[in-house]
């Protein structure tokens, strides 16, 4: 099972690091996806760390603000996501597939329950 945290109300400028922490056995083994859905909008794909190597992959829109990372000790994954804009306000969930990442939200097999970010003055 995942668990994501960390959302909450931030103003623009502002930074976040959302987790993902797993629970059960061979963390190692999985790559954890991050995506995200605004209200009204379809969920998008954001960022995946592969597992093992933890090779990092973004989407070309989240190039540079964001930031993803892993801490298999503690079995969690992060994503920092810097200089907050209220288009940045949405859902973001977490989601795990086995070994190899993917931007298809159909490819993972565990999914978290989300944790809202919201931006705003």
């Known amino acids: 099972q995942l668990q994501a945290s960390g959302g909450g109300l931030v103003q623009p400028g502002g930074s976040l690091r959302l987790s993902c922490a797993a629970s059960?056995?061979?963390?190692?083994?999985?790559?954890v996806g991050w995506f995200r859905q605004a209200p009204g909008k379809e969920r998008e794909w954001m960022s995946c760390?592969?597992?093992?190597?933890?090779?990092?992959y973004y989407a070309d829109s989240m190039k540079g603000r964001f930031t993803i990372s892993r801490d298999n000790a503690k079995n969690t994954v992060y994503l920092r996501i810097d200089s907050l804009k209220p288009e940045d306000t949405a859902v973001y969930y977490c989601?795990?597939?086995?070994?190899?990442?993917?931007?298809?939200?159909?490819?993972?097999?565990?999914w978290g329950q989300g944790t809202q970010v919201t931006v705003s003055s």
């Open positions: 760390i592969s597992s093992f190597d933890g090779t990092t």
């Open positions: 989601a795990a597939k086995y070994i190899m990442c993917s931007n298809y939200s159909g490819a993972y097999d565990e």
């Open positions: 059960g056995s061979a963390w190692d083994y999985y790559a």
